[in-house]
């Protein structure tokens, strides 16, 4: 079991949330890069993501926090208390207060219901409360949105939250790498997060590299 002593050795933590819409592989590549980045990671899965992670992927993650983070674990090779999972009312995680550890956080996939309700301060889940303190304590938060056509609706909320702070990354990769496999296409999107929040990778070179 991992003691407070544990996670000193690792870099500063990253909030990791998925939710309901498609594209649960950039969210799940994405722990995977903290971790080889060595960042201690926070991960939250809404009961959407978990069916969208069944249907698009090989993995049927368990639900329990404590066997969720161990299934994770050991899919990103992650050291023990390297990652630690927060079931979708737990209060009395780290993130559902500003007064908790500084973590910059991520949604992604961010689904257009997360996206409405972080805009409206709505605050009814961890996930959404979790973005809320981020906003509200003027931390990095990444939405990476995965819907198509865009609604008014939509681009409302986007801009709204624009202002608020937060960055919009949509999960819309390039091609000018010419990737030949699905993964190199995920990992365009993930290299693009990463360089957002700082974290040095080796995923894809930079542009002009």
């Known amino acids: ?114 996206l409405s309700a972080v805009a409206c301060g709505a605050s009814n889940n961890l996930i959404e409360r979790a973005a809320d303190v981020a906003l509200k304590e003027r931390r990095q938060l990444i939405l990476v949105p995965r819907e198509t056509p865009l609604s008014a609706i939509h681009l409302e909320h986007m801009l709204s939250l624009t202002r608020m702070g937060a960055v919009m990354m949509p999960a819309a990769p390039g091609f000018y790498h010419r990737p030949a496999a699905v993964e190199e296409l995920v990992d365009f999107i993930v290299a693009r997060i990463l360089n957002q929040l700082g974290i040095e990778h080796r995923l894809m070179p930079r542009w002009g590299e």
Not at 20 to 36: C, D, K
Not at 69 to 87: H, M, V
């Open 1 to 114: 079991m991992a003691t407070d002593n544990d996670t000193t050795r690792f870099a500063a933590p990253v909030t990791v949330a998925l939710t309901g819409a498609s594209g649960a592989q950039y969210g799940l590549r994405l722990i995977e890069a903290l971790v080889a980045a060595n960042h201690e990671v926070w991960v939250m899965i809404s009961k959407a993501a978990h069916l969208v992670i069944a249907t698009e992927t090989d993995s049927d993650l368990p639900a329990r926090p404590e066997r969720l983070a161990e299934a994770l674990t050991e899919r990103a090779g992650a050291a023990a208390g390297q990652i630690r999972c927060f079931g979708r009312e737990d209060w009395m995680a780290p993130v559902a207060s500003g007064s908790g550890a500084s973590s910059a956080m991520v949604v992604c996939p961010c689904s257009t219901g997360t």
